[in-house]
T-cell receptor, first 116, second 114 residues
Framework: GAVVSQHPSWVICKSGTSVKIECRSL??????MFWYRQFPKQSLMLMAT?????????EQGVEKDKFLINHASLTLSTLTVTSAHPEDSSFYIC????????????FGSGTRLTVV | AQSVTQPDIHITVSEGASLELRCNYS??????LFWYVQSPGQGLQLLLK??????LVQGIKGFEAEFKRSQSSFNLRKPSVHWSDAAEYFC????????????FGAGTRLTVKP
């Protein structure tokens, strides 16, 4: 149980285009999901906290207009990278915390974005 | 400010040797504590976590970690390293409570010599 599915696993897009990444909680409802970015050989940096039915909370330095987050249902959050540039190429990972006493965080398998 | 520190960027150990990866945190109160492992190009795998209770936590793959409140540390250990343990290891913390975000340390890359 407590599975988070992330799609796509990898995507290549042209500069200037937009890319949408989906994060789904398969067997639990997630009122909150988290989006991270990881550059090669670096750690995971929290980008934003996605809240179902309300606006996302972005970390300092993350452009809200470039990284659009929509959490329209209790099982789906999307991250759209708008007008992508090569410097947006990265590994994006989502996570959620299933309700209950386990207090664990479940991570998606990540999306490798390459902008050419 | 809240932070989690992994002082060692890269560690090399011989196969069969013991391992200790360091993690220190700075939070207002004792947070939830985690260790994750990541192989190249892969997602994260949870090794173990600490919420409360026994300060020595057992995880998967023979790993354990000890929470030391006085030192604000949560070091990861393994008595005998296997070549398959070569990977990136991340210490992570999350504030207690519901729906609080998780923050990661910079990571420690483990190389295992034959």
């Amino acid at each position: 149980g407590a599975v988070v599915s992330q799609h796509p696993s990898w995507v290549i897009c042209k500069s200037g285009t937009s890319v949408k990444i989906e994060c789904r909680s398969l067997d639990f409802q997630a009122t909150t999901m988290f989006w991270y970015r990881q550059f090669p050989k670096q750690s995971l940096m929290l980008m934003a906290t996605s809240n179902e039915g309300s606006k996302a909370t972005y970390e300092q330095g993350v452009e809200k207009d470039k990284f659009l987050i929509n959490h329209a249902s209790l099982t789906l959050s999307t991250l759209t990278v708008t007008s992508a540039h090569p410097e947006d190429s990265s590994f994006y990972i989502c996570s959620a915390r299933p309700p209950g006493g386990d207090y664990g965080y479940t991570f998606g398998s990540g999306t490798r974005l390459t902008v050419v | 400010a809240q932070s989690v520190t992994q002082p060692d960027i890269h560690i090399t150990v011989s196969e069969g040797a013991s391992l200790e990866l360091r993690c220190n945190y700075s939070y207002g109160a004792t947070p939830y504590l985690f260790w994750y492992v990541q192989s190249p190009g892969q997602g994260l795998q949870l090794l173990l976590k600490y919420f409360s209770g026994d300060t020595l936590v057992q995880g998967i793959k023979g790993f354990e970690a000890e929470f030391k409140r006085s030192q604000s540390s949560f070091n990861l250990r393994k008595p005998s390293v296997h070549w398959s343990d070569a990977a990136e290891y991340f210490c992570a913390v999350a504030s207690r409570g519901n729906n609080n975000d998780m923050r990661f340390g910079a990571g420690t890359r483990l190389t295992v010599k034959p």
